[in-house]
């Protein structure tokens, strides 16, 4: 009996539909659709004129029998492959989305029976009962009952909807899931008598949830609402930047809460998630990482931008330090979290001061991704041209000192003066002067007792000093291919002067010039001296710049180094060992393009982050149309360049089909307003010199010549050939400067006395066998039958070289070089069974 009068009731369901002129006239005005799914409103003028037209409770009926049509057919089309019936099915459902909207005004009962049919009636759907206007029909009731009082009977149906949803599995619709539910909670709260401010917590179930929420229940009873306030506001906070109404109505609970309650408590929040790991969770054919779930992400976007009405340096740091973890990578997936990330940036740049700057100029060196580069800098030129001066200005001035004086600062505590220094290697050493003078190297227990906060402090600092330098010394070094020039006031108040970058400028060698003539100095115990040693004394007329050994006679160059490898001192950034690139004949036969880096095979993931390092733009080359070739790209603003390195991609993939090797091409320089390929003998000498000098490095390290596997187990056997040319080939310019610098290392070091050096080898002379080390792939080949010897470095091995000075830092092949003759020197004490058996075999 029940199945006749349920027949009945379709049959009157099709006969209202398919009879309607609405729906007839939408299907008329559709035709037919390749992609139903796509279809809009702007598709069907007509009919949803003609609905609207209709009175409330006519739009109400319809909509009814339009759900009940829809799923009907939906669940027809599933069974039989019906396109024409889905894709009536899909003219119904938009146009309930007409007809409930929150401008309409339905009685109770049509909203009662709406809800429940959207709760009962969404099988079939991709995003389930999402799939109907929910918001549309909240919004209709909470218009209709502005001051709440909403009547059983609407919050029994949307209670219904609430079930459905919260019992709907977990996917990529979660983050509109809970918000709908919210909003329904919303709702029903607002029907209770007497409401107070409706209780809001994070909605998704994260890491950060599960210490905020318990926090936000644990605030006092007074305080509590001003916080669901603030949740419910920040829960809305949509777009890529905030309204102004955004942000007032925010700034607005600040107030009511207070100013240092609110920055307290987020600087926490924040503080914990720049610490938060990713989760992985694990599935059946790929692992996904959960970190923040969507909806939280959007809050606490919404918390950041609500700092900035309320910025301090505290509260600036954190920021930072949750920026820094948002642009983390996760390998195979990308960012973190890079809508939160993008936040932050924007929040970053609100600083009216220098410390915000400060912590965009750390993030443009550290994160890789282009489009965030770009994103930062155009922040960062933003400010500048605010401030009236150059962006390379703006990030001078906002460096941190970090109060040190000539490297060292002084912080009392509890019968112990804390003394911090800043090495030249960037490490920051901290010793306990006691009140005896005598120095204590343990923190000492009554500071951890009594002062522990203000220890926690003093390592944050030592950690930001330590990243500060690491950062500036990378800046310093990129600025090598702008060219700059600055006034003696502003190179004194910012490099020389300054505590922290003091510490890196008065190591390099600087360039004065006036009236066309200029002196080449350096910082010596205290006052500055030219190439010869004689005291120079800089002015206010000066124009200030780096030397580079490019602008300089072959003379000169060898004076400075030798200079610094006598007085051993170590430069922070490679300079009087820098290697130089000139103009070739070949080059200036080619004319538009250079050949000198071409014909290698690198390891493309490798490359890709060594450009990434080195501020150059490159998409990794796969297995799909335009995959096969690629280009990275290097703009010089300064001289209105852009630096290009062609490479080919090699047909290997990787299960993500990422090609796993390239070979390198041609290099080129295009002026940015335009494609025209330049000559090379126009380029500037140091810009042509610093671009060759990076592609050197990409090759020099991510050439397969450097990897000992490559040879017997690895790679592809089509370029073997290649492998046995470069490993033991001739010397790259990079590798020329190894040599150099161990023509002058060698004879102090202790296997000095067996050891000799030709064109391309360091030779060394164990007590078992001859071993040649090549200067530049560090490759090793043993004497009488050039047998090669497979010597992997490990950590281990750097030990080696800590007492051995460097006259600059970070050559690791120079290192491993050391390394491995100092090792070999006395071949008969190795205990490495994979190195011993090699040797010994004939």
Known sequence: MFDFFNGLFQKEVQSVVADHPIVTRALKETGKQDYWYDLKTSDIPEAVAMLQALTDKEKADLALHLVLFSQEHRTASRAASLGDVDG??????????????????????????????????????????????????????????????????????????????????????????????????????GAQPDAAVKPVYFLGEDQFATYANPMIKGFAEEERPHWFRLLAHCQNASGSKPSKKFLTDGSALIQQLGRDRFVEVISDWFHFIARMREQMIPGRYINTYLFLASVNTECVRGFVWLSTTVLDKPLIDAVAAMAGRAYNKIPGVGHTCAALGNATLYALATDKGFDGVNHLSRLNLKVKQAATQKMIE??????????????????????DGFDLADGCKLLPFIDYTAQIVLEHNGKVTLSWLKKDGSVQKSDPAAVKEQQ????????????????????????????????????????????????????????????????????????????????????????????????????????????????????????????????????????????????????????????????????????????????????????????????????????????????????????????????????????????????????????????????????????????????????????????KSRREILERLVPALKFGKVSTLTDKFLIVKGKMRTYKIHLGSTNILMEPNDQYLCIVPDRSMKSLTTNVFLPFEGDAGLSIIISKATLLADDDKITDESITRQIKRN
């Open 88 to 189: 009536k099915a899909y003219i119904c459902e938009l146009l309930v989305a007409q007809a409930v909207r929150a401008n309409s005004r339905f009685d109770d009962a049509d909203i009662a029976a709406i809800a429940n049919a959207f709760a009962d009636h969404h099988r079939y759907f991709y995003n389930g009962l999402l799939g109907w206007p929910l918001r549309s029909l909240i919004a209709m009731v909470k218009k209709k009952y502005p001051k709440g009082n909403i009547t059983p009977q609407i919050t029994g149906a949307f209670d219904n909807i609430k079930y459905h949803l919260k019992a709907a599995s977990k996917d990529h619709f979660e983050k509109e899931r809970l918000k709908v539910i919210e909003q329904i909670d919303n709702v029903l709260f």
């Open 378 to 399: 155009t922040y960062l030129n933003a400010i500048a041209q605010e401030k009236g001066i150059g962006t390379d200005m703006i990030e001078d001035l906002a460096v």
């Open 452 to 735: 522990a906060k203000e220890l926690k402090e003093l390592k944050a600092d030592i950690k930001a000093i330590e990243t500060a330098y690491a950062t500036q010394r990378e800046r310093l070094d990129r600025s090598f291919r702008a060219e700059r020039q600055m006034s003696w006031e502003h190179f004194n108040n910012c490099f020389h002067q300054h505590g922290l970058l003091s510490q890196i400028s008065r190591r390099m060698i600087w360039r004065f010039e006036k009236d066309d003539l200029h002196t080449d100095a350096v910082f010596v115990n205290g006052a500055w001296q030219d190439g010869d040693g004689a005291a120079f004394v800089p002015g206010d007329t000066f124009m200030i710049s780096l030397w580079h050994p490019a602008t300089d006679t072959v003379a000169n160059v060898k004076r400075w180094r030798d200079h610094f490898t006598n007085a051993q001192i170590q430069q922070p950034v490679k300079q009087a060992y820098r290697e130089v690139y000139l103009l070739t004949d070949a080059e200036v036969r080619t004319n538009t393009y250079s050949n000198r880096m071409a014909g290698h095979i690198l390891k493309q993931h490798q490359f890709n982050s060594l450009t990434k390092a080195r501020g150059w733009r490159y998409d990794l080359q796969g297995g799909f149309d335009g995959g096969s070739d690629g280009t990275a790209r290097l703009t010089l603003p300064q001289q209105k360049l852009v630096a290009e390195f062609w490479t080919n991609g090699i047909d290997d993939l990787n299960e993500m089909g990422i090609m796993n090797y390239v070979s390198t091409d041609q290099v080129r320089f295009r002026k940015t307003n335009n494609w025209d390929a330049i000559p090379i003998q126009d380029i500037p000498v140091v810009a042509l010199s610093e671009v060759m000098r990076d592609v050197d490095l990409f090759v020099g390290v991510a050439s397969v010549g450097n990897d000992p596997n490559w040879r017997d187990n690895g790679g592809l056997r089509a370029y073997h050939d290649y492998w046995q040319q470069y490993a033991f080939g001739d010397l790259s310019e990079n590798a």
